[in-house]
């Protein structure tokens, strides 16, 4: 059983800071990107972070400059820096990691997993 586990959310002022992590655990043989994407109350899923294994990040522009995505690889964990945070960077964000497992077909199929999402609150 793979699972990919968020912590760090939490209720901040506008202009405060909050870090995010995400720790994948279970019988993984390695992962390739991983990421953070995030969620409003009644908009599409959209994409906030993305890192390669080898540590090249990119960014929607609405955070670009305010947060930092990176990774510990021998720890299976993802990390996103949250700084100047804006009312509206609040949503649900959630973890995704594309992860070859062990055991299974071969080749290994690269499959895509989420986390269950962390609550990001911001006041103004």
């Known amino acids: 059983q793979v699972q990919l586990v968020e912590s760090g959310g939490g209720l901040v002022q506008a202009g405060g800071s909050l870090r995010l992590s995400c720790a994948a655990s279970g019988m993984i043989f390695s992962i390739n990107t991983m990421g953070w994407y995030r969620q409003a109350p009644g908009k599409q899923r959209e994409l906030v972070a993305v890192?390669?294994?080898?540590?090249?990040?990119n960014y929607a522009d609405s955070v670009k400059g305010r947060f930092t995505i990176s990774r510990d690889n021998a720890k299976n964990t993802v990390y996103l820096q949250m700084n100047s945070l804006k009312p509206e960077d609040a949503s649900v964000y959630y973890c995704n990691a594309g992860l070859y497992l062990y055991g299974g077909t071969w080749p290994r199929q690269l499959r895509n997993y989420w986390g269950q999402g962390t609550q990001v609150t911001v006041t103004s």
């Open positions: 890192i390669t294994k080898g540590g090249s990040a």
